[in-house]
């Protein structure tokens, strides 16, 4: 595989699990809805910057390991893959549940710095995401990966996180769109579950299928 699949398949499955609402989907929004647009991107730069931070993490950890126990390549690919079913499982279970975000009504104002380190430190503050990482890391990287992919993961992954969260800051601004998002919530959250779970199969076959040879 290229340097460019290899980085669009991490890309395409760092997204989807970015777009799959959690503790960082509703801090967006209420700061959103809450305060201003522009404190809703500070906060979206701040979970973009947490993001990189965990790939680079995850990238000099798993980049030694796998450099120099190769059976352990496949041992993380399984475990990335049971991770994914039992993330996409959740994520289906909890699709009927409602999520509560903030009134407009008595703002509370919070400095810019303020929603940039809210953003930050609840993105580092998710063990999930480190492990998502980590499992897609260890499960669409070669053992050997091109370095052009290991120098742009982190500012991909950052342009991944920050992009969506602005798109959430941008969204939840507006009152309207938080009602048709909380409308269509059940089927959202459902296709998110169904695409994270299938990958998290597909990843369990393929590394079956090696044993057997």
Not at 43 to 69: C, D, H, N, P, S
Request: aromatic letters at 8%; a positive charge.
């Amino acid at each position: 595989m290229t340097a460019f699949g290899i980085l669009l398949g991490i890309a395409v499955a760092i997204a989807v699990g970015a777009m799959s609402p959690g503790p960082s989907f509703v801090l967006v929004s209420r700061i959103s809805v809450a305060n201003t647009r522009l404190h809703g991107l500070a906060a979206a730069i701040g979970m973009g910057l947490g993001g990189a931070l965990f790939a680079v993490l995850a990238l000099a950890g798993l980049i030694a390991l796998l450099e120099r126990v190769e059976w352990l390549y496949l041992v993380l690919k399984v475990a990335g893959g049971l991770y994914l079913v039992y993330l996409g499982v959740m994520i289906w279970r909890g699709a009927a549940a409602q999520i509560s975000v903030g009134s407009a009504d008595g703002r509370s104002m919070l400095s810019l710095p303020r929603s940039l380190a809210l953003g930050f430190i609840t993105q580092i503050s998710n063990p999930k995401t480190a492990v998502v990482y980590a499992s897609i890391f260890a499960a669409l990287m070669p053992q050997n990966p091109p370095l052009m992919v290991v120098l742009a993961l982190p500012p991909v992954i950052f342009l991944i996180e920050a992009g969506w969260y602005a798109v959430v800051a941008i969204a939840f601004s507006v009152p309207r769109s938080q009602r048709a998002y909380l409308s269509a919530k059940l089927w959202v959250d459902r296709l998110a579950g169904a695409v994270i779970g299938a990958l998290g199969l597909r990843l369990i076959g393929e590394s079956l299928t090696h044993l057997r040879r």
